[in-house]
């Protein structure tokens, strides 16, 4: 594997580049880094990426930058953790910066709106492929109890249950299933 120096400057630079082109929220840039680090990287394989999302899902704050510690976490520590977070947060903070100068004289402008509709658009069927590409994953490992965890969860989102007890339910359920894992190994 390449050294700690290489790694670090491959990923400010990554993460820099997909926070700076990465419209829509952070379930868009999950997608990127994926691709980037799993794919091509090779860096992290493709189940430890779905944990990753799940840690930096759950925490609080924006997945963008949860998604960025986590990984800048498990490539190179702390200071991976604070190379990613630096590099992810700079593009937004400049471009939002420039762009509050402007936007109350274009607010109103019909080419402005038409290019934000367009773009909603576009960050939808982005998002519905990171919804697709995960559920694949669990459906895929074949766990019967991942793939009912997740139609419950579905149902339970799409029926108005807030996410925050979705969340709180799947990770005690997880939490049980763990603990029933291994007292069964401990008796094995």
């Not at 929220?25 to 990753?52: A, C, N, P, R, S």
């Not at 609080?60 to 991976?80: C, E, H, Q, R, S």
């Amino acid at each position: 594997m390449e050294n700690k120096k290489q790694v670090l400057i491959k990923l400010f630079f990554s993460t820099l580049y997909l926070s700076a082109f990465t419209f829509g929220g952070g379930y868009v840039i999950v997608t990127l880094m994926k691709k980037k680090f799993v794919d091509q990287y090779h860096w992290i394989d493709e189940d430890e990426m779905l944990d990753l999302v799940a840690i930096a899902q759950s925490a609080p704050g924006a997945i963008a930058v949860n998604g960025a510690i986590v990984v800048g976490y498990k490539l190179a520590g702390l200071v991976g953790a604070i190379t990613a977070i630096t590099a992810t947060i700079l593009p937004p903070f400049v471009i939002i910066s420039l762009i509050s100068f402007v936007y109350t004289a274009v607010r109103d402008n019909v080419i402005v709106s038409q290019v934000l509709a367009g773009m909603q658009a576009g960050v939808g069927a982005v998002i519905a492929s990171v919804v697709f590409e995960m559920g694949r994953g669990i459906y895929h490992g074949k766990n019967p109890m991942s793939i009912l965890i997740l139609i419950g969860a579905f149902i339970a989102c799409t029926a108005g249950v807030s996410v925050i007890y979705v969340v709180i339910v799947c990770g005690l359920i997880g939490l049980i299933r763990t603990c029933f894992h291994n007292k069964k190994e401990a008796h094995s």
